[in-house]
């Protein structure tokens, strides 16, 4: 078992038992091996609280905690319905960048420009057009990243994992007023096989690399299972729920 297969099965294992704390400490040592490893700047990683079915409290604790530890952090919700919760006078104090991610309809494209100030999962055209046409209607400009299936999995959502279809959504995405492309994103292959988790998260580094745009610069990728091979393959952002807040309640 080598160092990284080690520190996630120590973290699998104590994340029912350690406290908010432990798992920060955990996941945080996690990230640091992993961008010593690629030469990186731990503290370049912006950690994405998954917040959903979380409340103010928990996600009010994590902020905190991971801030105090000198890191970036930002809430991503795919619930719209959840949203109030972020409207807790404490966190609106602590003024957390909000994300939008996972799989978003076009009749939640209001919901969302009026939540988010980054909208990950951008992967079909007629999103970009909703999303432009609710920033137009609300007077805002939002930042999107464009959600990439590099694993190529049927059950995933994104634009095909080659330069054109990627170069495509940017094109389209620059021809709005609203809105701005800051980055891709995608989903890791779900698999065990280590070399397909990591082909499917490095292909997404080499089409920003093949873009050459100097905007479009985050990756968003990595949760919990894949977290080290995302930040080694140059994650920028990576998503995280139960790793920092614990399982969720049944």
């Known amino acids: 078992m080598d160092d990284r297969t080690a520190m996630r099965a120590h973290d699998g294992a104590g994340q029912g038992g350690q406290g908010l704390e432990g798992r920060i400490d955990a996941i945080l040592a996690r990230i640091d091996a992993a961008a ?5 700047a731990p503290a370049d990683v912006t950690i994405l609280l998954a917040t959903k079915t979380r409340t103010a409290d928990e996600i009010l604790a994590a902020v905190t905690a991971l801030r105090e530890r000198g890191r970036r952090v930002a809430v991503g919700e795919n619930r719209m319905q959840e949203a109030a919760k972020h409207e807790d006078p404490r966190l609106l104090a602590l003024d957390i960048p909000r994300h939008v991610i996972g ?7 209001k919901d969302a420009v009026a939540f988010a100030s980054v909208i990950h999962s951008v992967d079909r055209d007629d999103l970009i057009e909703a999303l432009e046409r609710r920033c137009a ?6 930042d999107v990243m464009v959600q990439v299936n590099t694993s190529g999995e ?3 959502a994104g634009y095909a994992p080659d330069i054109e279809a990627v170069r495509g959504a940017l094109e389209r995405i620059r021809a709005t007023e609203r809105l701005r492309c800051i980055g891709l994103m995608t989903i890791g292959a779900n698999t065990a096989e280590e ?4 082909a499917s998260l490095s292909r997404l580094r080499e089409l920003r690399d093949e873009l050459g745009e100097v905007e479009v610069r985050e990756l968003s990728m990595g949760m919990s299972g894949d977290l080290e091979i995302a930040v080694e393959e140059g994650a ?4 995280l729920g139960s790793a920092v807040f614990g399982p969720r309640e049944a």
């Open 137 to 142: 209607l609300a007077d805002v400009q939002r």
């Open 236 to 239: 920028t952002i990576v998503r």
């Open 154 to 156: 049927e059950s995933k």
């Open 103 to 109: 799989r978003l309809q076009t009749n939640k494209a």
């Open 36 to 40: 010593e490893r690629a030469g990186r």
């Open 195 to 198: 070399t397909a988790v990591r």
